[in-house]
């Protein structure tokens, strides 16, 4: 009878075996620390109940044990308005999303190693004529550019906090959608948002007003989920929105601040425009990947985009209603000390950019003339990627200079 061995990994596997085991490891630190973090968000509860307690307060110890339950079942936090409860809450979410973020950087080293030795191991084998071991290589590549994005985290607050000072959290039932004519606090926690959420109203009597989200809050939309600030302001902080909807009206004034995006767009909500740039949208150290406003021009939109790094983002035309001189870099239309990894750009967001740096990223022209009728000049610190522009403007001095000429900082930094 023959003698049966057992099969050899190959070098596919055998490199995915190892990545694995030092991924978990890398991993274990920042997963124990988040029980731990969940550990002791809980005591707090059972002190505040017995506090609650002694001093013969119903309505506060149900609210605390319900807390209790939703986390406990879920992970996630609910609603409620207790104070000392939105005390520990805000500091939960903190540690949480600082934890996230540590172990982020942990595995994102590893993340790349793996991706870069499976492509020198894809070319080495199919170079050898092991077609097949090649194949099960590019397949694992192929999956790992199909999967969901790593982990994403918003830049650290460090001790910095919201400039804002926010009403106590909504009721959860907030999340379920509707208008709301008063102040709305989004509760802390991770939330798929399955309905429009409406803040103010423009008829028949203007109302506006203004929503919160809090730090260490995260954000998706299902289909029909969205985020519309009819007329007021918006106000996020330290806050991570992934395939998100946030829109805004004439009048809407939306400022995010430590925030991440991931594949979420922006949008003007609404058909108003007795204004130029009728929505305004304020970004602060924030991360952005994937996606942006998918259309936008300056009669619905005006931004101050100021630290910021944006990442594999196919920025669209933008279409200016005015002369982009008297636009372009005013405070209203300014993207200011950020870095764009591996975008595209046209020339008319391009022309918008101050002390800004480019890795990666290509450069082409607009499909309609940009109304440029005196002096606007724009420089821009680059490396690598493609400079497509070809469109004369003889009032525009561009510059694209060496990135090893840069100096000063530029994107979202922990604080």
């Not at 809090?214 to 029909?224: D, Q, R």
Request: aromatic letters at 8%; charged letters at 25%.
């Amino acid at each position: 009878m023959p003698c049966l061995r057992a099969q050899t990994p190959g070098p596919v596997a055998t490199l995915t075996q190892q990545y694995e085991e030092a991924r978990k490891r890398a991993m274990a630190p920042g997963e124990e620390q988040g029980k731990k973090i969940g550990e002791a968000y809980l005591t707090q509860l059972t002190v505040l109940e017995r506090e609650y307690s002694a001093k013969g307060a119903l309505d506060p110890v149900l609210e605390l044990q319900k807390e209790r339950e939703v986390f406990e079942k879920t992970g996630e936090t609910g609603g409620g308005s207790l104070d000392a409860l939105r005390v520990i809450r805000e500091k939960l979410q903190r540690d949480l999303a600082a934890n996230e973020a540590m172990i982020a950087r942990a595995v994102a080293g590893l993340d790349d190693v793996y991706r870069t030795r499976l492509g020198q191991i894809q070319v080495e084998l199919t170079k050898a004529g092991n077609i097949e071991e090649a194949k099960a290589a590019k397949a694992i590549l192929d999956g790992l550019a199909a999967d969901s994005t790593p982990t994403l985290a918003a830049p650290s607050s460090g001790t910095k906090r919201a400039p804002w000072s926010a009403p106590p959290p909504s009721d959860a039932s907030v999340l379920e959608g509707g208008l709301f004519l008063e102040p709305v606090t989004l509760p802390q926690g991770t939330h798929r948002l399955r309905n429009k959420i409406s803040i103010g109203v423009r008829k028949p009597t203007p109302r506006f007003n203004d929503i919160y989200l809090l730090e260490g809050t995260k954000i998706s939309c299902a289909e029909g989920g969205e985020i519309f600030l009819t007329l007021g302001k918006g106000n996020a902080f330290g806050v991570v929105f992934e395939s998100a909807y946030v829109t805004g009206g004439l009048d809407a004034d939306w400022r995010f601040i430590n925030c991440a995006f991931d594949d979420t767009r922006f949008a003007k909500g609404d058909g108003w425009a007795a204004k130029h740039q009728a929505s305004m949208w304020a970004f602060e150290n924030c991360s952005v990947r994937g996606s942006f406003f998918p259309t936008w021009n300056t009669q619905d939109v005006g931004y101050n985009v100021e630290s910021t790094t944006f990442k594999d983002v196919k920025f669209p035309d933008l279409e200016y209603r005015a002369e982009a001189d008297t636009l372009a870099q005013t405070a209203t239309l300014l993207m200011k000390s950020c870095r764009f990894q591996s975008c595209e750009l046209p020339l008319s967001v391009l022309i918008t950019t101050e002390n800004c740096v480019f890795e990666q990223c290509t450069f082409r022209d607009d499909a309609s003339p940009i109304p440029i009728t005196s002096s606007l000049s724009v420089k821009v610190y680059s490396s690598g990627g493609a400079n497509r522009l070809q469109a004369p403007y003889p009032q525009l001095k561009l510059e694209i200079r060496d990135l090893k000429e840069f100096r000063g900082q530029a994107g979202a930094m922990d604080r």
